[in-house]
């Protein structure tokens, strides 16, 4: 069973478009996480989101989680190639030791 | 500041043979997860620890997959013996005991078993 579903799956837009990717589930997450991983190299952390209907901006990257704490969505204003890469979400059940589960991914192409 | 170092970074063995996977966490930090990433799906956990005992292992396929972290620093996951599916990337983690929800990954080792 895939706890958290992430769509779309692939994505491939020009540079200086926005898009934004869906994470979501119908399960109550305590806290969630988006993650952003390059081709040969591990999933590196962007944020964390613990409080529903919170938004995070980190630059053109907007964040936000559901207010009920099953969803969430990554906003990327006007893209750009280096934003390439596989964009993970991984929820927390509580907030203590349980394992993080991790959606499979949306793989973002940004084309110059 | 080192990031997690993993070693070796690929890795080509036949069916039934045995594979092994270093990782060195970063300094300081006594939470050290392994993941198996296979193509096209997210991170999932194969086991656990916190200093040199396990938290979790409930998703090690335990008849084939052995880890340990002797002295609570490095670890080492071992395979024994492969199979196809076992074809993936294997990814090493660590965080802060008080801050498990910051992992920090590192590059991988990506398996192929022919």
């Known amino acids: 069973t895939q706890l958290l579903e992430q769509s779309p799956q692939f994505l491939s837009i020009q540079e200086g478009e926005n898009l934004t990717v869906y994470c979501n589930s119908s399960s109550v997450f305590s806290s969630l996480q988006w993650y952003r991983q390059e081709p040969g190299e591990g999933p590196v952390l962007l944020v964390t989101?613990?409080?529903?209907?919170e938004v995070k901006k980190l630059k053109r990257l907007t964040f936000q989680f559901g207010d009920a704490r099953k969803d969430s969505s990554l906003h990327i204003t006007a893209a750009q190639p280096g934003d390439t890469g596989l964009y993970l979400c991984?929820?927390?059940?509580?907030?203590?030791?349980?394992?993080?589960?991790f959606g499979k991914g949306t793989r973002l192409s940004v084309i110059a | 500041e080192a990031g997690v170092a993993q070693s070796p970074r690929y890795k080509i063995i036949e069916k039934r043979q045995s594979v092994a996977f270093w990782c060195n966490p970063i300094?300081?930090?006594?939470?050290l997860y392994w993941y198996q990433q296979i193509l096209g799906q997210g991170p999932k956990l194969l086991i656990q620890f916190q200093n040199n005992g396990v938290v979790d292992d409930s998703q090690l396929p335990k008849d084939r997959f052995s880890a340990e972290r002797l002295k609570g620093v490095d670890s080492t996951l071992k395979i024994q013996p492969a199979k196809l599916e076992d074809s993936a990337v294997y990814l090493c983690?660590?965080?802060?005991?008080?801050?498990?929800?910051?992992?920090?990954f590192g590059p991988g080792t990506r398996l192929l078993v022919l």
């Open positions: 983690a660590s965080s802060l005991v008080r801050q498990t929800r910051t992992q920090y």
């Open positions: 991984a929820g927390a059940r509580d907030s203590g030791n349980t394992p993080l589960v």
């Open positions: 300094s300081g930090h006594a939470t």
């Open positions: 989101v613990v409080t529903g209907g």
